[in-house]
């Protein structure tokens, strides 16, 4: 065999006896053949492709995890934001409560700072007494009965339920304007229980004739009268726009007919009246004398009263036979004390 000798990795040389021919093998690297760069390119592509997918599902990992904790994040300080807003709200309510408790108690300081103290045995003694005047009152009067619109007391007042004297009202400057004011602590309590006697027994409606219908006060005056003695206030009043006739000599006269055609006009604006009577001190019968077109007769309906005492208990029983429909004589004074009216 011929020796050879390994001079570097592109050539091999051989060395040969002398007198041979020298032979040089080229061992120079070429390009690699086709097959040999397909078995390399398989061998190193899968592991790389392996690198990437590992890679691309890392990444997406981290990018899920930092949106879902970005997430919560934002979700807490919400919550955080929304609990300090309703903690600032409760402390607000609960400051504005305490202030205006306190305005309270300041007020009421100003106002009852300098009374007693409560003390519960007056204060009980009190209740029990509110509660016998109540049981009183129960059994005071007995219940009325239902209105009956069909039946209705005209009702004078001066000279019926109080006196015929000078008051019955006082005035006061209120604003630059006399105001009345009603003054009710004449009123004849047996006139007021002679008065209930007759709405107990008829039901009658009372319709106020009086010239204390002319102002509110002085109404409202007469409606608490009869609340005190448990009646049911005035339904209405008697028409307060007529006039007198001038033409009538005697002024008492002339009053007295402007009376009848109040009552006459009245009565025709209600037909569902049918029984009435008159209660007062004036003899209405005076009326009939001198009667104007339309005006009622009013001697067979008239109970006249004395000035001075008022209506009485006999008296009511003769307007309660009359809004009965009973026919009575005239119930009227033989002997009246004349008082002159320039009103």
Same mark, same amino acid.
């Given at each position: ?13 051989? %060395?040969?006896?002398? !007198? ?5 093998? %080229? ?6 053949? #086709?097959?040999? %760069? *397909?078995?390399? *390119? ?43 807003? #309703? ?13 205006? &408790? ?10 009852? !700072? !300098? ?7 007056? /204060? ?9 005047? @109540? ?23 001066? !000279? $019926? ?8 009202? +006082? ?5 630059? @304007? ?10 004849? *309590? ?16 009372? $319709?106020? %004739? *009086? ?7 002085? +109404?409202?005056?007469? /409606? ?10 005035? #339904? ?23 009376? #009848? ?11 569902? $009246? ?33 000035? &001075? ?35």
């Amino acid at each position: 065999p011929t020796p050879c000798l390994l001079l570097r990795p592109s050539a091999l040389w051989c %060395s040969v006896m002398p !007198g041979d021919e020298p032979e040089v093998v %080229s061992t120079v690297e070429g390009p690699p053949s #086709a097959a040999t %760069s *397909s078995n390399s *390119s398989k061998k190193n592509a899968d592991p790389m492709q392996t690198l990437k997918a590992r890679a691309a599902a890392t990444a997406a990992e981290k990018e899920r995890f930092a949106k879902e904790r970005a997430e919560r994040v934002k979700a807490g300080i919400e919550e955080a934001r929304r609990k300090r807003k #309703a903690q600032e709200r409760a402390q607000a309510e609960e400051a504005a409560a305490k202030k205006g &408790k306190s305005e309270v108690d300041d007020l009421f300081e100003s106002l009852y !700072g !300098g009374l007693p103290a409560p003390d519960p045995t007056k /204060d009980s003694l009190q209740a029990q007494k509110v509660k016998e005047q @109540e049981r009183w009152r129960s059994h005071r009067f007995p219940a009325l009965p239902a209105e009956d619109p069909a039946k209705v007391i005209f009702l004078d007042i001066d !000279g $019926v339920l109080r006196p015929l004297t000078a008051g019955g009202f +006082r005035s006061m400057m209120v604003d630059g @304007e006399w105001a009345l004011r009603a003054e009710t602590a004449d009123f004849i *309590s047996g006139a007021l229980l002679a008065l209930r006697h007759i709405v107990e027994n008829t039901g009658a409606i009372i $319709v106020l %004739s *009086s010239e204390w219908r002319r102002d509110l006060p002085m +109404r409202e005056g007469v /409606d608490k009268a009869l609340e005190e003695y448990e009646m049911r206030p005035c #339904a209405t009043w008697t028409p307060t726009d007529l006039q007198r006739d001038m033409g009538t000599e005697n002024p008492f006269k002339a009053f007295t007919e402007r009376r #009848a055609r109040e009552i006459s006009t009245w009565l025709s604006n209600n037909p569902q $009246v049918k029984q009435w009577v008159v209660i007062d001190d004036i003899n209405m019968a005076d009326a009939d004398l001198d009667r104007k077109p339309g005006t009622l007769l009013m001697a067979p309906r008239i109970v006249q009263t004395h000035r &001075k005492i008022g209506l009485t208990m006999d008296q009511a029983k003769a307007a309660i036979r009359l809004l009965r429909g009973e026919k009575l004589p005239p119930q009227i004074l033989p002997v009246q004390p004349y008082v002159e009216l320039t009103g």
